[in-house]
């Protein structure tokens, strides 16, 4: 999900914002990491050391006849970085070539050399009061509660949060749609608790994302912004780094990512700042931490926190839930649409009702984020149960729902009581000159995730974004004009 987000948002710069950007090889390096599939990354290190373009040809013969649309996806992806580029030459074969300033910067981060400091400078004045990781990591899980427990506590009285956020967070947050001022007081909206329901890294880099889009009305520059971020992402936790070699906005900076425990700097010594484990998983898929989000979960003998560390909750069919938790803060969000009325050291009990859904619903919480938070912190119990009941009725995958059928669909019921219709707000496409055309574009968007309805028989689908798609059928044109093959139309959204 973080990869996909970062990936929206860099997508749409401008390839003049790529040259600065790869002018850093720790950019390089994180975006390579991180933002590119296997097969995209082989073909960056086959080309990587050459001297001269490579043949399309030679490439394509790497590549399994069956995996022609993951040689696509991974040439596309490619482009729109601007990494890759097509050398068109009447006198050469068709051929390949990285980009400079990328292909330049990703050899000096793998071989090393250079005084381009873009990976940290490290301290070389001891400080009197280390700072332990043990504490940054305390630091950083409660700087990341004190966020999470405003958008949950703006849903009402149930903000226990030991500290107070910044008031450029709470504007932050606003900016966002993740909280939404109702006279003078806060109120989390739909997209606040889709917030919620993401892993932290993807929660950090979405309100990162907000933060770079606003970058230019805080007076900063947002590739010196983006460009930190991804220098964050190769630090070491614990290492004290220092301030001298930052530019001005990357200065300015430090004080918000304080703010996010996403790095820590003493009051008193402004000459040095610490990275947080929020900042040096930017660009991996590690858990930065275990927050009240998954601990104080009760788990079943014998499991253990890393394989069950989201299921604690049970519901029965009479609409009564149990879970197994002494966390405030998912005690908080259950009481978002659950009425609770029993609490033990290590479990709360209470009743989905239909007040309490139109209650959430009136918050801007839908329906389906209600059943997908049920269903992704199911108790390890339930999510057995239907794995036997799906393995009993010969399914080879979870076709049987692991919350009871009666539950879903009476929340579904409730919502549609006040809300007879939906809007979405996307873009058609139609007229495919056949259908393996239509096919490979709706699969397109089916794998980007922008795909919300498809007709097969008017071969034509609907989606929320079309320049991913646009872009998408444009470099396949190219491709095929250049290859000689018949020429590829472009339907009209």
Not at 109 to 123: E, M, R
Not at 184 to 211: C, D, H, K, M
Not at 379 to 401: I, K, T
């Amino acid at each position: 999900m973080s990869s996909l987000r970062s990936f929206e948002y860099l997508e749409q710069l401008p390839g003049t914002t790529f040259k600065r950007l790869y002018q850093q090889p720790s950019t390089a390096l994180a975006i390579f990491r991180r933002m590119l599939p296997h097969l995209a990354k082989t073909f960056v290190m086959a080309l990587l050391f050459l001297t001269e373009p490579f043949p399309i040809e030679d490439i394509e013969a790497w590549v399994r006849p069956d995996s022609k649309r993951e040689q696509d996806r991974a040439i596309d992806i490619l482009e729109r970085l601007h990494i890759l580029s097509t050398i068109q030459d009447p006198n050469q074969p068709r051929s390949y070539r990285l980009n400079n300033p990328f292909s330049s910067s990703l050899r000096l981060a793998l071989t090393g050399g250079g005084n381009h400091q873009s990976f940290g400078v490290p301290c070389d004045t001891p400080e009197q009061d280390k700072v332990s990781t043990r504490f940054l990591d305390d630091f950083a899980r409660t700087q990341w509660e004190a966020i999470l427990y405003y958008i949950v506590g703006s849903a009402g009285p149930a903000n226990t949060a030991q500290i107070a956020i910044s008031t450029g967070t709470q504007k932050l947050l606003q900016i966002g749609n993740l909280v939404e001022l109702r006279g003078r007081t806060p109120t989390i909206t739909e997209a606040g608790f889709t917030f919620l329901l993401q892993e932290i890294n993807a929660q950090v880099w979405s309100l990162l994302i907000i933060y770079l889009e606003n970058a230019d009305t805080l007076g900063m520059d947002s590739v010196d912004v983006l460009a930190f971020l991804f220098t964050l992402g190769s630090l070491d936790v614990g290492q004290d780094y220092s301030t001298a070699n930052l530019s001005p906005t990357q200065q300015q900076m430090l004080e918000d990512l304080n703010d996010f425990g996403i790095i820590y700097r003493q009051p008193k010594d402004t000459s040095r700042f610490y990275p947080t484990r929020l900042a040096t998983t930017l660009t991996s898929d590690a858990n930065p931490m275990t927050t009240s989000l998954t601990s104080g979960v009760t788990l079943p003998s014998g499991s253990t926190q890393s394989t069950n560390q989201r299921g604690f909750i049970v519901i029965e069919t009479n609409y009564r839930i149990y879970a197994y938790t002494s966390s405030p803060l998912q005690i908080s969000i259950l009481a978002l649409f659950t009425k609770l009325s029993t609490r033990y050291p290590n479990m709360v009990s209470g009743r989905v009702t239909k007040e309490s859904i139109q209650r959430a619903i009136a918050l801007g919480i839908t329906s389906q984020q209600i059943i997908s938070y049920l269903t992704a912190h199911a108790h390890p119990v339930m999510v057995e149960r239907s794995r036997a009941a799906n393995a009993a009725a010969g399914f080879a995958q979870n076709q049987l729902p692991t919350l009871p059928p009666t539950v879903v669909d009476q929340i579904r019921l409730w919502q549609i009581e006040n809300d007879r219709m939906k809007s979405t707000v996307g873009f058609l496409f139609n007229h495919f000159r056949d259908k393996p055309e239509y096919d490979d574009c709706v699969n397109y968007a089916e794998t980007i995730g922008v795909l919300v309805w498809r007709s097969e028989a008017k071969r034509c689908f609907f989606v929320t974004q079309h320049e991913q798609i646009a872009k998408y059928l444009q470099n396949k044109k190219k491709r095929a004009e250049a290859s000689g093959t018949p020429r590829v139309g472009t339907p009209a959204p």
